[in-house]
């Protein structure tokens, strides 16, 4: 009797022994297997491969992820699975000898009955500006150096690492601005001082087809394809490559895509020098099968206002990112912390969204992580037409107007929710991979 107790301590103390082998081991694969590479990392592990310099030397050769662990800027952690749009179409006398988008007109409605009841015109900067609210650095330029540093200052606080540049070709312009291209490097310079990434927004322009598009993705990847802040996205597939939001790609019928973005082409870009990751923006629901058959590789929302489309209402998400998933597509839902264009679109009334002191922004970014999305995009940093922006904004009263503002908050508040839920993102992403 008493030798089998002995042996039956024998096998239980074995037992604990190899039990207490497999943690150790466990662990140790933890930090060293890959998979930590994909979990945000401590401050105190990270090394001078994170620096701008050793990710220079390593671009397109797998280094740039699209949802690696955070990298560090000056203001703190930043995030590359977090976008955020941006737009560089600001003018004023002093850099640029006249405002530009500030005096932005206001848009008639398409009815000539509805459009009779609303004022027309334009804007008369300073006082009066195109935005229900007022910028904390006046109506400023984009080309203005102090304002291009505060901007990619306040994105970094934001944790949003990759800010995604609205683009037209050289010497085109939006119907109120004018050309910007040649701004670009100055930008990624900025981004680059920063630890951002750039990704470009290719907006619709007159005759836009996939050959123009074509020749876009070139243009852009030969003249900026070298620099650090250039963003490339991880694909599952271990490759490394550039990612372009295409704004109304339903304005092109996904054949056409189809011979740009599919592998049998007559234009195809899939494993070439200009091949990248291209998203497409979901409106109605029938899009989403139109951007699976055209060769993307995923899909947007864009709009700030739930409700104000398909792909923009919270309550589709999830079915679309299992569409997404079903199809082996990005999804990208877009949020954002309001939205208010009445500067602009005086009688657009029924899309304003309250932005209820933040509460309207985390229920939109609660309904985006929900839906475990790969990238999470802001809409927007600084659209001020529409009333989207996240950048610093000031009360403001003149003879005329009084401007909306973030009170009883200071203006950094929508940065600060922004930093938290970017946070928030990339700890629930950890969960998501057990």
Same mark, same amino acid.
């Given at each position: 009797m008493g030798r089998l107790r002995r042996r039956a301590c024998v096998a239980l103390f074995l037992f604990t022994l190899f039990i207490f082998g497999a943690m150790m081991a466990l662990r140790t694969l933890k930090s060293g297997d890959?998979?930590? =590479?994909?979990?945000?990392?401590?401050?105190?592990?990270?090394? *001078?491969?994170?620096?701008? /310099? @050793?990710?220079?030397? &390593? *671009? +397109?050769?797998? *280094?740039?992820?699209?949802?690696?662990p955070p #990298?560090?800027?000056?203001?703190? #952690?930043?995030?590359?699975?977090v976008h955020i749009f941006y737009y560089a179409w600001y003018g004023s006398p002093k850099a640029d000898g006249k405002f530009v988008h500030w005096d932005h007109v206001l848009v008639p409605h398409w009815d000539p009955k509805i459009a009779s009841s609303y004022p027309r015109g334009r804007h008369v900067p300073p006082e009066d500006i195109g935005s229900s609210f007022y910028p904390e650095l006046g109506p400023y330029s984009s080309r203005d150096?102090?304002?291009?540093?505060?901007?990619?200052?306040? %994105? $970094?606080?934001?944790?949003?690492?990759v800010l995604v540049l609205s683009w037209y070709p050289p010497g085109v312009a939006d119907d109120n601005g004018e050309p910007t291209e040649d701004f670009v490097p100055a930008v990624l310079d900025a981004a680059y001082r920063h630890n951002l990434k750039v990704a470009f927004h290719l907006q619709p322009y007159r005759e836009r087809d996939e050959q123009s598009v074509l020749e876009n993705v070139k243009y852009? %990847?030969?003249?900026? +394809?070298?620099?650090?802040?250039?963003?490339? @996205?991880?694909?599952?597939? +271990?490759?490394?490559?550039?990612?372009?939001?295409?704004?109304d790609?339903?304005?092109?019928?996904?054949?056409?895509?189809?011979?740009?973005?599919?592998?049998?082409?007559?234009?195809?870009?899939r494993g070439s020098a200009?091949?990248?990751?291209?998203?497409?923006l979901v409106v109605e629901e029938r899009h989403k099968r139109d951007i699976a058959s055209?060769?993307? =590789?995923?899909?947007?929302?864009?709009?700030? *206002? &739930?409700?104000?489309?398909?792909?923009?209402? @919270?309550? #589709?998400?999830?079915?679309?990112? $299992?569409?997404? =998933? =079903? &199809?082996?597509?990005?999804?990208?839902?877009?949020?954002?912390? +309001?939205? /208010?264009?009445?500067?602009?679109?005086?009688? &657009?009334g029924h899309s304003a969204r309250n932005r209820v002191n933040g509460r309207y922004y985390e229920t939109s970014l609660r309904a985006a992580l929900d839906a475990r999305p790969d990238v999470l995009a802001v809409t927007s940093f600084n659209e001020w037409h529409e009333g989207t922006q996240i950048e610093r904004a000031v009360p403001k009263k003149t003879g005329a107007r009084v401007y909306l503002d973030y009170r009883p908050h200071e203006p950094n508040h929508y940065l600060e929710l922004t930093r938290r839920w970017a946070e928030e993102f990339n700890k629930e992403k950890e969960t998501w991979l057990l």
């Amino acid at each position: 009797m008493g030798r089998l107790r002995r042996r039956a301590c024998v096998a239980l103390f074995l037992f604990t022994l190899f039990i207490f082998g497999a943690m150790m081991a466990l662990r140790t694969l933890k930090s060293g297997d890959g998979f930590s =590479d994909l979990l945000p990392d401590a401050p105190e592990r990270r090394s *001078a491969s994170s620096s701008p /310099a @050793h990710r220079r030397s &390593n *671009a +397109g050769a797998g *280094a740039e992820a699209g949802a690696g662990p955070p #990298n560090v800027g000056p203001e703190g #952690n930043i995030f590359d699975d977090v976008h955020i749009f941006y737009y560089a179409w600001y003018g004023s006398p002093k850099a640029d000898g006249k405002f530009v988008h500030w005096d932005h007109v206001l848009v008639p409605h398409w009815d000539p009955k509805i459009a009779s009841s609303y004022p027309r015109g334009r804007h008369v900067p300073p006082e009066d500006i195109g935005s229900s609210f007022y910028p904390e650095l006046g109506p400023y330029s984009s080309r203005d150096p102090a304002v291009l540093e505060s901007h990619m200052e306040q %994105i $970094a606080a934001s944790a949003a690492g990759v800010l995604v540049l609205s683009w037209y070709p050289p010497g085109v312009a939006d119907d109120n601005g004018e050309p910007t291209e040649d701004f670009v490097p100055a930008v990624l310079d900025a981004a680059y001082r920063h630890n951002l990434k750039v990704a470009f927004h290719l907006q619709p322009y007159r005759e836009r087809d996939e050959q123009s598009v074509l020749e876009n993705v070139k243009y852009i %990847i030969d003249r900026y +394809g070298d620099h650090a802040a250039f963003y490339r @996205h991880a694909s599952t597939a +271990g490759k490394s490559l550039p990612l372009f939001y295409i704004y109304d790609s339903y304005l092109t019928a996904p054949e056409s895509w189809s011979r740009l973005l599919t592998a049998g082409g007559a234009r195809s870009l899939r494993g070439s020098a200009y091949d990248g990751v291209f998203v497409a923006l979901v409106v109605e629901e029938r899009h989403k099968r139109d951007i699976a058959s055209a060769g993307f =590789d995923g899909m947007y929302t864009y709009f700030a *206002a &739930n409700g104000f489309s398909f792909g923009s209402s @919270h309550q #589709n998400w999830k079915a679309l990112k $299992a569409f997404c =998933d =079903d &199809n082996r597509l990005l999804f990208v839902p877009c949020v954002g912390p +309001g939205y /208010a264009d009445a500067s602009v679109r005086p009688w &657009n009334g029924h899309s304003a969204r309250n932005r209820v002191n933040g509460r309207y922004y985390e229920t939109s970014l609660r309904a985006a992580l929900d839906a475990r999305p790969d990238v999470l995009a802001v809409t927007s940093f600084n659209e001020w037409h529409e009333g989207t922006q996240i950048e610093r904004a000031v009360p403001k009263k003149t003879g005329a107007r009084v401007y909306l503002d973030y009170r009883p908050h200071e203006p950094n508040h929508y940065l600060e929710l922004t930093r938290r839920w970017a946070e928030e993102f990339n700890k629930e992403k950890e969960t998501w991979l057990l």
